[in-house]
C-alpha cells in the first residue's frame, strides 16, 4: 500500500455491496450525501485527537511522577457518547466533545459547574464559553476541519489546548 492511502473507504463498499447481494437493498446515492460521511469523519478526528492527548499526556505524567498522583492529568471518558472526553488535574477540566456530525466544543470546566473558553493569542474570542471546531465539506465531500474559518493542524492545537490545561490547572 501507498504510504498515507487509507483504504476504510473501499472496504466499506465492498461491505455495502456484499450486503445490497444479501438484502437486496441498493444505496445509489450514499457518496453524494455527506451526512453520513460527516459522521465518519468527527469520530475518526475526536479519536485521532483523543489518541495525540493520550500520547502527551502520557509523556507529561512520567516526566512530572509525583509519587502522591496530585499532579497527575487524569483522562476520562464522557458516558453516553461515542467518543467525548476530557482532561482532569486539580479540580480544572479540558472537555472536547463531538456536538454534532460537524461541530466540535473545547472547554474548561472548573468547580464542575463554570465553563470558560481557553485563552488565545488572538483577540475577538466572544463570549462563547466553547471554542468550536466546525467540519467543512468541500468538492468531492472532502471533508475539512477549522478553527475560525482557518484550516487547522492537530498537533498545533493539542499542543495549544494541553499547555493551555497544563498551566492552568497547576497549583
Avoid: C
Avoid at 516526566?63 to 457518547?81: A, E, L, M, P, V
Avoid at 464559553?129 to 498545533?156: C, M, T, Y
Amino acid at each position: 500500500m501507498e504510504k498515507g492511502l487509507t483504504t476504510s473507504w473501499i472496504e466499506n463498499l465492498a461491505l455495502e455491496e456484499l450486503n445490497m447481494d444479501e438484502s437486496g437493498v441498493v444505496h445509489i446515492d450514499d457518496h453524494l450525501n455527506p451526512v453520513h460521511l460527516l459522521e465518519e469523519s468527527s469520530i475518526d478526528f475526536m479519536n485521532q485527537l483523543r489518541d495525540q492527548v493520550e500520547y502527551y499526556v502520557a509523556k507529561f505524567n512520567e516526566y512530572r511522577s509525583d509519587q502522591s498522583g496530585h499532579s497527575q492529568i487524569k483522562i476520562f471518558k464522557i458516558s453516553n457518547t461515542i467518543n467525548d472526553f476530557m482532561l482532569f488535574r486539580n479540580s480544572l477540566r479540558l472537555v472536547f466533545s463531538r456536538k454534532t456530525n460537524d461541530l466540535i466544543t473545547v472547554g474548561f470546566m472548573a468547580s464542575g459547574k463554570n465553563f470558560y473558553t481557553p485563552r488565545l493569542n488572538s483577540p475577538g474570542q466572544g463570549d462563547d464559553p466553547f471554542h468550536e471546531i466546525r467540519a467543512h465539506v468541500g468538492s468531492f465531500n472532502n471533508i475539512s476541519w477549522k478553527f475560525q474559518g482557518e484550516d487547522l493542524e492537530l498537533d498545533s492545537m493539542v499542543r495549544h489546548y494541553l499547555s493551555e490545561f497544563i498551566r492552568n490547572s497547576a497549583r
